[in-house]
Antibody, heavy 123, light 111 residues
Framework: EVQLEESGGGLVQPGGSLRLSCAAS????????MSWVRQAPGKGLEWVAN????????YYVDSVKGRFTISRDNAKNSLYLQMNSLRAEDTAVYYC????????????????WGQGTPVTVSS | QPVLTQSSSASASLGSSVKLTCTLS???????IAWHQQQPGKAPRYLMM???????NKGSGVPDRFSGSSSGADRYLTISNLQSEDEADYYC?????????FGGGTKLTVL
């Protein structure tokens, strides 16, 4: 059974940093692209970043470029999100997600979601 | 970059059927999308991947009551024999130029 378990969320002051972790089990992490997706309180889903199997490709939504870094350790079956210079608008539940390509290899979708970890940026 | 447009809300009676729509913006009508369900207070759940042709591929454990179809730029999620647990937010998703895009979501109320 595929399982994704996030940790590391919490309350942080504006300008502060947090590192989120995602422990993967039930599949070989090294075979999949992985993502972080967030959801602000009462709002919809927003993609944050994703990373390819060996970490050589990373993509980010514009609003977090230069502040957030996605990384992975396949040997530890773990995905990470380092968040620096946090702002109030980064307040959200952050979900770890597994990505899968469609048959053509053109489209990348989420096929499994973690339970999420909440991040609150406030003084 | 594609924009995915969804109605903000929908409602239907217990035991009936409902068809939710995700509309791709101009120039992107051929795109494949995915549908996700988010029940209140829970994490999202992948439902299916849906192609322009109407062919779809459901996730593990998704009931037969859920099906997909397409017409032009519109991608549909149909839920038959509505159950109380189908009351949820439904999001569509696509991928373009190394960017993931979500629709704004449709809140489905089961009456």
């Amino acid at each position: 059974e595929v399982q994704l378990e996030e940790s590391g969320g919490g309350l942080v002051q504006p300008g502060g940093s947090l590192r989120l972790s995602c422990a993967a089990s039930g599949f070989s992490l090294s075979s999949y692209w992985m993502s972080w997706v967030r959801q602000a309180p009462g709002k919809g889903l927003e993609w944050v970043a994703n990373i390819n199997q060996d970490g050589s490709e990373k993509y980010y939504v514009d609003s977090v470029k230069g502040r957030f870094t996605i990384s992975r350790d396949n040997a530890k079956n773990s995905l990470y999100l380092q968040m620096n210079s946090l702002r109030a608008e980064d307040t959200a539940v952050y979900y770890c997600a597994r990505d899968v390509w469609d048959g053509s290899g053109w489209y990348l979708f989420v096929d499994y979601w973690g339970q999420g970890t909440p991040v609150t940026v406030s003084s | 970059q594609p924009v995915l447009t969804q109605s903000s809300s929908a409602s239907a009676s217990l035991g009936s059927s409902v068809k939710l729509t995700c509309t791709l913006s101009s120039g992107h009508s051929s795109y494949i999308i995915a549908w996700h369900q988010q029940q209140p207070g829970k994490a999202p759940r992948y439902l299916m991947m849906l192609e322009r042709s109407g062919s779809y591929n459901k996730g593990s454990g998704v009931p037969d009551r859920f099906s997909g179809s397409s017409s032009g730029a519109d991608r549909y999620l149909t839920i038959s024999n509505l159950q109380s647990e189908d009351e949820a937010d439904y999001y569509c998703e696509t991928w373009h130029s190394n960017t993931r895009v979500f629709g704004g979501g449709t809140k489905l109320t089961v009456l």
